[in-house]
């Protein structure tokens, strides 16, 4: 498997507004860790700005009790399709994932809203695991971030 393409996705139903879960994520990340502090502990600028395809981010987060860090490449943001790339620089991640790119898409099925994350990787060797916890971290997240905007 180590040099094969993989992907994982989750889709998740959102009753808290897909346009207001795209704004947060693109415009917003630097809020985040006021509306799910145990997991997202910060998001800073380094490059550009938010929002803005081309702008290069560093998130602090917690995964499987562990601290970590991941500096990403915002792309493919899209305000009409509610999309959002991020393409992984470095971090923690890529000492098990290489080429890691991890999209975010907001739709609208018979008048419900869903988030769907795609996770495309990597793995570089054969005998690490799929990046499983990591869609988890994401489906508790998008839970999360809902909760906190119905109070």
């Not at 040099?3 to 704004?23: M, N, S, T, W, Y």
């Not at 943001?77 to 999209?103: A, F, P, W």
């Not at 869903?114 to 869609?135: G, Q």
């Amino acid at each position: 498997m180590a040099g094969l393409p993989c992907k994982l996705i989750a889709q998740v139903a959102f009753k808290a507004g897909g346009d207001v879960f795209h704004r947060l994520m693109s415009e917003r990340p630097h809020h985040l860790s006021n509306v799910t502090p145990a997991k997202v502990q910060a998001c800073d600028l380094h490059q550009g700005e938010y929002g803005t395809n081309g702008s290069v981010i560093e998130w602090k987060y917690t995964l499987d009790g562990k601290e970590q860090t991941a500096k990403q490449l915002l792309h493919g943001i899209d305000e009409v399709k509610k999309t959002i790339s991020y393409k992984m620089l470095s971090g923690d991640l890529l000492e098990t994932y290489k080429n890691m790119t991890i999209t975010i898409h907001v739709e609208t099925k018979d008048g419900v809203d869903f988030i769907t994350w795609t996770v495309e990787y990597e793995l570089l060797k054969p005998e690490n695991p799929h990046p499983l916890s990591l869609i988890g971290f994401f489906i508790e997240f998008t839970t999360e971030v809902e909760t906190h905007i119905f109070g």
